[in-house]
């Protein structure tokens, strides 16, 4: 979970997504929707009009995934996740 003191949930999603495509380029998925009425979007996340998920797979079997996950019942308690998965398995496949 990434804490963002001084900035709101947008400008916290959209300066880790630069940082990670700049990282590692372009992600390779994102399912991000955000209501078209939407003027704040920890708020538009509380009320589910708004997700953010934005993966980057790699032939490694490795991903990196940015998301918002609401801690509580209110704007301020929305978090951006950003997870890290090896994708291997215990059978060495």
Known sequence: MVERPEET???S?????KSLTQKYGSPT???SHVDSECSDLAACVIDKRATVHV?????TRQSIVLSTIPMGDDASSVRVKISY???QRSDGL
């Open 9 to 11: 949930l947008e400008q």
């Open 13 to 17: 999603v959209l300066r880790w997504k």
């Open 29 to 31: 998925h994102v399912d």
């Open 55 to 59: 993966d980057w797979a790699f032939s």
């Open 85 to 87: 998965a090896s994708g």
